[in-house]
Structures are given as C-alpha cells and as structure tokens.
C-alpha cells in the first residue's frame, strides 16, 4: 500500500464542512439548538386604578398600564396566545405612598384586587407578583428609610408581611425585587409560619443596578427622589456591574435560603452572569430582559436603524442560548404571535 498517497489525500480535501449544516432552512432548523416557546415567558403587566384605561408608557412604545377591566381583557387574550404565567406591578396612587409601604399590606389595595382579578378570569394562569417598596416608597426607594439609611433587616420583615398579603390574596409565586440580605429566608419563613406551603419565590438575586430600568420607573413613578443623605441610586443594594463571582453567591445563598426560582436581571448585557448563574445552581434560571432593552430595540427600529423583529428575536433567543429557563419580557406578545 502506498502510504505517501494516503497522505496527499488527506491534506488536499476537507475532512470536515461546517456550512453543510447551514444550507438551508430545512436543516438549520433540524439542528437548531435554542428554540423560543410560549411555556418560556413571564408577561409583566402594570396596572393603575380607575376604570377603562389603557395608557401607553412614553418610553415603551406599543406598552401600556392598565386598569383592572383591562388587565381582564388582556390576560385573557394571553390565554389565546398560549402565555401562561404574568408578573404584577401596581402604579400606586401619591397620597397612598410613605416610608414604610403601609399601603402595600392594604388587603384591598390595588396589588390584592389585581391578583384577585387574575385568578377571576384565568385561574390557570400563574400569578407572579412584584415584592418590593418602591412604587409605595414617597422616596422611591426599595427600602424602609432609617436614620439616613436603607435599612436592611426592618424591610426584609416588611417584605415578608406583604408576602404574606399576596399569597392571602391568591398570588402563585412572590418576586422579592429589593436584594436587601436575607430577606429571602425571612419571606420563606413567615410563608411556612403562615401555612403558605405551596406559595413559590422567584428571586431576584442577581440584580444589578442598571441604568436600563429608567422606562420602568416612568411607568411607574418610582424613581428615586433627591436626598440630603441618601444616594439617588440602588447602589446600596442592587448589585455593582463590574462584578461577576458576587452573582454566584447572591444566587447561592437565595437557594440556600429557600428560593425555587433565581432571577438574572437584566438580560443581554448580563449574559456572561446568565451562564455562571445556570451553572452554579440546580433550580431553575430566570432572566428578566428589562425596559431599557425593549426601549432600545423600540426606538432603533423606529428610525429604521434596525429590523424590529429580527432584533427582537436574536436577543431574546440569546438570553435563552445563556441559560435562562424562563424570561420576563415585554416583547412576550410579540415573539408568541410570531412564532405560531
Ligand atoms: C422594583 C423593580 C424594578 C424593576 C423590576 N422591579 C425597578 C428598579 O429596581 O428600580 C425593573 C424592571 C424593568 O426595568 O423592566 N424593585
């Protein structure tokens, strides 16, 4: 056998040919790794008093806050679309908000009807709600304000009470948006105590503060306020964006301390976090791409500097190629009607 031969032949033709796989749309699509579904999204909805009113956020194009005949009307429209789990924001009214959120324990407050309402026209809709202080805060912090600070163990009981007057309420899973410490341990505490056994957390344990939430604090009013000696920002507690192990032991610690579901917050910019995350933990990942991005995406292709769509897809496809088992996203409506 001519040994010198085999050798030619093997460096004049390619072993391997990678563009086979891509050469039509057919077999792309037979070895296509990441694929969106309905199943994968949280629709947010923001809901104001009154009645028939269906308001859009200037800052988030084609979104809107609703009031409760409208949320109805929505949720059930989610249905159609196969959108099966919602996560709910109040704009609360201005005389109602203080320091400490006492109106965020009101049990017939706009948060408690709204939840009721869901369960109303939808009972199989999984109902995710909002735990934090701000849109209740005068000083539109996440936290209760005490001697010049944020502080950190009386809003945690304080998350834990309006926990508890959710699950009362009807709410599937609470979503505690605060990173205050431990306050995690504290609101799965009080659920047991209070016999709210099948009542989930989904934490926000890798949050960072971004300055891609602006369009939601416009739509809902909750921007931090000017402050003889408190920051104007959530650096206090929301997370420092130069930094990638401190998201590993936010999310360890909230499994540790009783959360079912772990949340990345936001998305695109953070999909390093996403991956590490997915792989430090074995309960499911959830990735909240934020107003900010859908604010960015809106606004490009409304110059027509970028394809709506095309752009919509690829990120929201890559949040879910990073890791994330789930996704809150404002463009949930969208991608589903798309892809049906
Ligand atoms: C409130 C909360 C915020 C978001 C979700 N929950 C704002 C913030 O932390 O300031 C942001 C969501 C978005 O930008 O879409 N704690």
């Given at each position: 056998m001519?040994?010198?031969?085999?050798?030619?032949?093997?460096?004049?033709?390619?072993?391997?040919?990678?563009?086979?796989?891509?050469?039509?749309?057919?077999?792309?699509?037979?070895?296509?790794?990441?694929?969106?579904?309905?199943?994968?999204?949280?629709?947010?909805?923001?809901?104001?008093?009154?009645?028939?009113?269906?308001?859009?956020?200037?800052s988030m194009p084609n979104y809107f806050r609703m009031s409760l005949d409208n949320i109805e009307k929505e949720v059930k429209e989610l249905q159609r679309l196969n959108l099966k789990?919602?996560?709910?924001?109040?704009?609360?009214?201005?005389?109602l908000k203080d320091n400490a959120g006492k109106e965020a324990l009101n049990p017939n407050g706009l948060m408690q009807r709204a939840i009721k309402t869901v369960k109303n026209v939808a009972p199989e809709i999984i109902i995710m709600t909002d735990v934090a202080l701000d849109?209740?805060?005068i000083y539109g912090h996440d936290g209760i304000i005490e001697n010049g600070q944020i502080a950190n163990d009386s809003t945690a009981n304080f998350l834990a009470e309006m926990s508890i007057s959710h699950a009362q309420a009807g709410a599937d899973f609470v979503a505690p948006s605060d990173m205050?410490?431990?306050?995690?341990?504290?609101?799965?505490?009080?659920?047991?105590?209070?016999?709210?056994?099948n009542t989930g957390i989904l934490a926000y344990?890798?949050?960072?503060?971004?300055?891609?939430?602006?369009?939601?604090?416009?739509?809902?009013?909750?921007?931090?306020?000017?402050?003889m000696d408190i920051p104007k920002d959530k650096k206090t507690y929301q997370m420092d964006y130069h930094n990638r192990i401190e998201a590993i032991r936010e999310t360890v610690m909230d499994v540790k301390e009783g959360a079912d579901i772990v949340m990345v917050k936001p998305g695109i910019?953070?999909?390093?976090?996403?991956?590490?995350?997915?792989?430090?933990?074995?309960?499911?990942?959830?990735?909240?791409?934020?107003?900010?991005?859908?604010?960015?995406?809106?606004?490009?292709s409304e110059r027509g500097w970028l394809d709506h769509d095309a752009i919509m897809m690829e990120q929201t496809t890559s949040i879910k190629r990073a890791g994330a088992d789930m996704i809150a996203s404002y463009f949930?409506?969208?991608?589903?009607?798309l892809i049906s």
């Open positions: 001519n040994l010198n031969f085999l050798m030619v032949q093997k460096n004049k033709y390619m072993l391997r040919r990678n563009r086979r796989l891509r050469n039509n749309e057919s077999i792309r699509s037979l070895v296509r790794e990441t694929i969106l579904h309905p199943n994968d999204f949280i629709v947010p909805l923001f809901i104001v008093e009154g009645s028939n009113i269906k308001e859009e956020i200037p789990s919602v996560l709910l924001f109040v704009k609360v009214l201005d005389n849109p209740y805060s205050m410490d431990g306050r995690i341990q504290t609101i799965r505490q009080a659920l047991e105590q209070n016999n709210f056994i344990s890798a949050k960072y503060a971004s300055a891609h939430y602006g369009p939601f604090r416009d739509a809902l009013d909750s921007a931090p306020v000017d402050l910019s953070y999909l390093d976090i996403v991956r590490e995350v997915k792989n430090a933990v074995d309960v499911p990942v959830a990735v909240y791409q934020v107003s900010g991005e859908y604010a960015m995406i809106k606004a490009a949930a409506k969208d991608i589903v009607k």
